[in-house]
């Protein structure tokens, strides 16, 4: 594994975005604690990101419909659109939380997405790593990640850092650039936790058969098909969930981390995460994809 440092950027300071950033810090999800370390302007732009409780509480927003099939939502559902525009359509798809279309929650939280969407549009001269590849295999402490373009991601990035470091990914900061993974796992390490990770994407995200982590802000469709997903999705389009268990940032104690806490709940595969004693006979604990009946577990 490679650990990728903070790059030192150009300093920037733009009075017309300050407010923006500002805001942006006190729209995406909670996060926990003071500060990360590391170069200083990236350490600032990072810290400056970080949520707090005012944050939309949705695990899923869309713009105007969002389809579950055969998957799980823990976590508020929202659309900004009512109905029948807007529409949420459940197929074998529990959601253990509320669901507004087009009502005042929704469009409050629906446009403070956008607020927040707009103050983390790439400028020039951001602090930021340029990133290139699948990821697979690196290991990136806390800070700010761009892909100028399209990111096609695939096998297994560990992000290690405390409680309190943040991660910043922004796909497409050349203006045009959608987020695609397929076999696609992030693992979080040293006290990392899922909610300090955001993803801002240009266009469309796309996620195959993939355990993510953190919170997608999209400026296009989200799709989520199987695998597992710790984080909110904010899409500027629709949402759709095929077979995905979903645990937003606001449905309690999620932190599927290295070595944070997990649901053990048989058949909702493997969550990144240690979660005990339960099978000691292999390296991990996690079930490996169980199911109801049917534990993916060893004896």
């Not at 030192?8 to 006190?26: D, Q, S, Y």
């Not at 810290?47 to 944050?55: G, K, V």
């Not at 290139?132 to 373009?149: E, M, N, S």
């Not at 095929?242 to 309690?252: D, E, F």
């Amino acid at each position: 594994m490679h650990i990728i440092p903070q790059r030192i950027a150009v300093k920037f300071t733009r009075a017309h975005r300050a407010a923006g950033v500002v805001l942006a810090a006190a729209l995406i999800t909670a996060a926990c604690g003071d500060g990360v370390t590391g170069v200083e302007t990236a350490t600032s732009n990072a810290r400056q990101l970080r949520a707090s409780a005012t944050a939309p509480a949705f695990a899923v927003l869309a713009n105007a419909a969002v389809t579950c099939t055969n998957g799980t939502i823990t976590g508020d559902v929202g659309t900004f659109l009512a109905a029948p525009t807007g529409s949420f359509t459940a197929t074998v798809c529990p959601v253990i939380g509320s669901v507004h279309i087009g009502d005042a929650a929704a469009i409050a939280g629906y446009n403070s997405f956008l607020a927040a969407y707009a103050a983390l549009a790439p400028v020039p001269a951001e602090p930021c790593t340029l990133l290139t590849g699948t990821l697979d295999g690196l290991t990136l402490a806390p800070g700010v990640y761009c892909f100028d373009a399209a990111a096609a991601l695939t096998g297994v990035l560990t992000l290690k850092g405390p409680a309190n470091g943040t991660w910043v990914f922004k796909v497409g900061t050349s203006g045009t650039g959608a987020l695609t993974g397929t076999n696609f796992s992030v693992v979080m390490d040293g006290g990392a936790l899922p909610c300090n990770v955001t993803w801002w994407v240009a266009q469309a995200a796309t996620l195959t058969d993939s355990h993510f982590i953190g919170t997608i802000m999209a400026g296009a469709a989200i799709t989520l098909t199987r695998g597992t997903f710790a984080g909110n999705v904010w899409s500027q389009a629709d949402v759709t969930i095929t077979g995905t268990t979903l645990v937003g940032c606001n449905a309690g104690s999620t932190s599927p981390s290295g070595k944070g806490k997990c649901n053990q709940g048989v058949g909702n595969g493997p969550e990144g995460c240690d979660p005990g004693n339960s099978n000691h006979h292999n390296p991990t604990n996690d079930e490996d994809g169980g199911i109801p009946g049917k534990p993916g577990r060893k004896p």
